[in-house]
T-cell receptor, first 115, second 111 residues
Framework: NAGVTQTPKFQVLKTGQSMTLQCAQD?????MYWYRQDPGMGLRLIYY???????DKGEVPNGYNVSRLNKREFSLRLESAAPSQTSVYFC??????????????FGDGTRLSIL | EDKVVQSPLSLVVHEGDTVTLNCSYE??????LLWYKQEKKAPTFLFML??SGIEKKSGRLSSILDKKELFSILNITATQTGDSAVYLC???????????WGAGTKLIIKP
């Protein structure tokens, strides 16, 4: 009963390096999301994909790109990492994004440190 | 600007106590309010509330929404050390797909 799986769990990067965070869900959900969580702040939406083939910016998209590879997979890419991107990143999915009244199911997160 | 405010930010109680966590919101075109529990890793879904005055219950946890006064409370009775976690509140609106999240309440239960 995997749910939402994120890889890697931990990563340390140097400023300027690039990397891709992977997310896959096995619940046949249509909508997927990427959040970041910083101390003392709520979850902030980076990008979301309401359905396969679509992606949209959230609250804090700068410095990130996403790819909805297929219905199961949604990746987040940092092209040139900056220390301000040090955070815990969560991927989530829901059955439908419409009207945002669907519970979202979360992965265990990726703890990313940028030196 | 839409916002969700949780209080208190942190709370320490003893096992067996009852706690009440608060979530107030100012969100245009409110649709739903959701409560999540976050231990060390993934937030896990607890409740979704859409109608005023209807209590949702799951074991020792219960929650209610007041759409007139724009807040919700999460009650935990007979607390246990396993209830120690950050409790997150999020609000959804008709106007977009995004949930607006509060900063969370960190609850510590001492044995």
């Amino acid at each position: 009963n995997a749910g939402v799986t994120q890889t890697p769990k931990f990563q340390v990067l140097k400023t300027g390096q690039s990397m891709t965070l992977q997310c896959a869900q096995d619940m046949n959900h249509n909508s997927m999301y990427w959040y970041r969580q910083d101390p003392g702040m709520g979850l902030r939406l980076i990008y979301y994909s309401a359905s396969e083939g679509t992606t949209d910016k959230g609250e804090v998209p700068n410095g990130y790109n996403v790819s909805r590879l297929n219905k199961r997979e949604f990746s987040l890419r940092l092209e040139s990492a900056a220390p301000s991107q040090t955070s815990v990143y969560f991927c989530a999915s829901s059955e439908f994004a419409s009207y945002s009244n669907q519970p979202q199911h979360f992965g265990d997160g990726t703890r990313l440190s940028i030196l | 600007e839409d916002k969700v405010v949780q209080s208190p930010l942190s709370l320490v109680v003893h096992e067996g106590d009852t706690v009440t966590l608060n979530c107030s919101y100012e969100v245009t075109n409110f649709r739903s309010l959701l409560w999540y529990k976050q231990e060390k890793k993934a937030p896990t879904f607890l409740f979704m509330l859409t109608s005023s005055g209807i209590e949702k219950k799951s074991g020792r946890l219960s929650s209610i929404l007041d759409k007139k006064e724009l807040f919700s409370i999460l009650n935990i009775t007979a607390t246990q050390t396993g209830d120690s976690a950050v409790y997150l509140c999020a609000v959804g609106a008709d106007s977009n797909y995004q949930l607006i999240w509060g900063a969370g309440t960190k609850l510590i239960i001492k044995p």
